[in-house]
């Protein structure tokens, strides 16, 4: 099994989406939170569980949807 690792810059993305959630629905935002980091979560299990990023077509960057957002990643 390999670790998970964010990058600040994505950190920092992840709490600027959800501030952004926030200011219409507070509890929504600290749900897609906890959606974002169990999802990368399981990555560590299942690294090439998300679909390949279409516009770059490699490998070894994927991405996982949740809701109208995407987190993107490198295996």
């Known amino acids: 099994m390999v670790g998970v690792t964010w990058a600040l810059q994505a950190l920092d993305?992840?709490?600027a989406v959800c501030l952004f959630i926030a200011r219409d629905k507070p509890g929504i935002?600290?749900?897609f939170a906890n959606r974002a980091f169990a999802a990368?979560?399981?990555l560590a299990e299942f690294p090439?569980?998300?679909r390949i990023v279409p516009?770059?077509?490699r490998e070894d960057v994927r991405e996982i949807l949740i809701q109208?957002?995407?987190i993107i990643y490198r295996i």
């Open 68 to 70: 109208s957002y995407r």
């Open 40 to 42: 990368t979560d399981r």
């Open 29 to 31: 935002a600290c749900i």
């Open 55 to 57: 516009e770059l077509g």
């Open 13 to 15: 993305d992840l709490e």
């Open 48 to 50: 090439r569980s998300g």
